[in-house]
């Protein structure tokens, strides 16, 4: 009998954790949102101790979210326990996730506890967070490098607690197939009453196997598996969500299970994912991949044109992969524009959609084809407005040697301009900007790509800046390049005046007052 899998996003709190994967709270809603279309059952947000703006993020996220529990981090200690509770007021239903280590090898160098202790603050922390929210989930730390016995016995101490689920983490890595699945079977076996909870395992791919792992866990018992969009996440990552679910559902003779996802929207939350976090998909990416379905020798293409199934284990429509499509041409109207946004999952006021249409047309009339990854990355750019100091209005480049650029800066009602040289024209930009801001950046991480195929496609800009010893991400779009990246970069410099610094004296020029 085919039996049900929970399926634990961690994309915006263990995926976040990952260089370069950092969303502000914005971000998170709109991720949130798509993993609710995409049916995940739980979303974990964040850990709400770690920032003002990481607490943030997860009461705004439990606040928007209907259809899910939502889940909040807190390591075992009552001021995380509290805050991650605060954090979790508005959601409809809460999950209030602690963690302990339980390996001897981080007892003894991290924590510095006995077992005996940490079986008091598991107890302690499952406890409090039971009064606090209804539903409660623990994690074992390191438990694939920990003591059987051991974590037979704190699974016992945090049942009789309260707990609703008990995870068993494999934290660093280092777990096979057959170990896990051993680790599930001897606690479920050695733990009276284990049939009430749920088991759940959460891997890391240090060693490639997180997917593997989390399918031999399922074997073992376990009946949620947390992962994250295209299976990012700490070091090499977690398991892959996209690659676990198209694992059950390809061979369900092997893995007989169901869980709630729709498959079809497994593409669209790996490229949204992309788009807000600015983090490449790798071509030969299992399911979400640019290559996944693409059969490029000759007799590969000869048996797919004789019939699919030769080379095709499931179908790109059945993971949400289609042909770019035309969306919407230069005629198009807005309601033609709020329909397509809707049906890519944005739902828009009428200020967003008359912002989102003149972005529309003014890209509509430097490109023939507007598709939907267009649109996507144009609302996802719409985003930085809400950051925007400083508006980009111009940029010019000469590529001699030195490299020369002229920028224009509106902030409010001013309009600044200033020249840099450089070595190359975005170089030579990035310093015009830098100039008229007034501030230095180091520049950490700078990747350009295109969103859609065509020699006029609209090229997407990501760059991760240092301004004052803290990294800022910013993204920019447009069919030119250099304009791409010299928004990305001003972006990452609203952000930081924005979240850092307040406002700013002008050393560059002001030549005009926009009315
Ligand atoms: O990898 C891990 O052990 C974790 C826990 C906090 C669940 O992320
Ligand atoms: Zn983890």
Redesign the pocket.
């Known amino acids: 009998m085919t039996q049900h899998v929970e399926i634990f996003d961690?994309t915006l709190?263990?995926g976040e954790q990952s260089p370069g994967a950092s969303m502000d709270e914005h971000e998170k809603i709109q991720m949130a949102l798509q993993l609710e279309r995409l049916g995940v059952n739980i979303i974990e947000a964040g850990f709400p101790i770690a920032s003002n703006q990481e607490f943030e993020g997860v009461r705004k996220v439990a606040e928007a979210i209907k259809e899910c529990r939502v889940a909040a981090?807190a390591r075992s200690v009552p001021g995380d326990i509290e805050r991650a509770a605060a954090a979790l007021e508005p959601a409809v239903s809460p999950v209030l996730?602690t963690?302990i280590a339980t390996s001897d090898i981080h007892l003894e160098h991290k924590l510095k506890m006995s077992r005996e202790q940490v079986l008091e603050a598991a107890h302690n922390a499952v406890s409090l967070a039971k009064r606090l929210v209804p539903r409660v989930e623990f994690?074992a730390?390191?438990?694939t490098r920990s003591d059987l016995d051991y974590l037979v016995a704190i699974t016992k101490v945090v049942v009789a607690a309260g707990a609703d689920v008990v995870?068993l983490?494999?934290?660093?890595g280092y777990t096979t197939p057959a170990e896990i699945r051993h680790m599930f079977e001897y606690i479920i076996a050695n733990v009276p009453g284990s049939e009430k909870i749920v088991f759940s395992s959460?891997n890391?791919n240090d060693l490639g196997l997180a997917v593997a792992n989390a399918l031999a866990a399922v074997q073992g018992g376990a009946r949620q598996i947390?992962c994250t969009v295209s299976g990012i996440g700490?070091r090499a990552g977690?398991t892959a969500l996209e690659e676990v679910v198209m694992a059950m559902r390809t061979r369900q003779e092997i893995y007989p299970y169901d869980c709630t996802i729709h498959s079809r929207e497994l593409v669209p939350s790996s490229t949204l994912l992309s788009k807000i976090t600015g983090l490449t998909i790798p071509y030969n990416k299992p399911i979400v991949g640019r290559n996944a379905f693409a059969h490029e020798s000759g007799i590969h293409q000869h048996g797919m044109i004789a019939n699919a199934l030769t080379y095709e284990i499931m179908t790109p429509e059945s993971v949400g992969r289609k042909r770019s499509e035309l969306v919407l041409g230069k005629h198009s109207g807005r309601a033609g524009l709020a329909n397509r946004s809707k049906e890519l999952g944005y739902e828009l006021n009428a200020e967003e959609l008359a912002q989102l249409y003149e972005k529309f047309i003014a890209l509509a009339d430097k490109k023939k084809e507007v598709y939907d990854d267009d649109l996507r990355m144009l609302i996802v750019s719409m985003h930085n407005e809400s950051f925007e100091t400083y508006h980009l209005t111009q940029v010019r480049t000469s590529g001699d040697d030195p490299a020369m650029a002229l920028v224009k800066l509106r902030k409010g009602e001013a309009e600044y301009m200033d020249t840099a040289t450089g070595d190359g024209p975005v170089h030579a930009a990035f310093m015009a900007v830098e100039r008229i801001i007034g501030i230095a950046g180091k520049l950490e991480q700078f990747d350009i790509r295109a969103t859609t195929p065509g020699k006029d496609a609209l090229g997407e800009a990501y760059v991760r800046v240092d301004f004052g010893g803290k990294s800022y991400k910013g993204n920019g779009a447009s069919t030119d390049i250099i304009e791409a990246a010299v928004q990305a970069y001003v972006n990452a410099a609203n952000k930081y005046l924005a979240l850092a610094q307040g406002s700013m004296e002008h050393p560059a020029i002001q030549i005009a007052q926009v009315p």
Do not use: G, I, Q
Request: proline letters at 5%.
């Open positions: 961690t709190r263990d981090l996730h963690f994690s730390e390191d438990a995870n983490p494999d934290t660093v959460h890391h947390e700490e977690n």
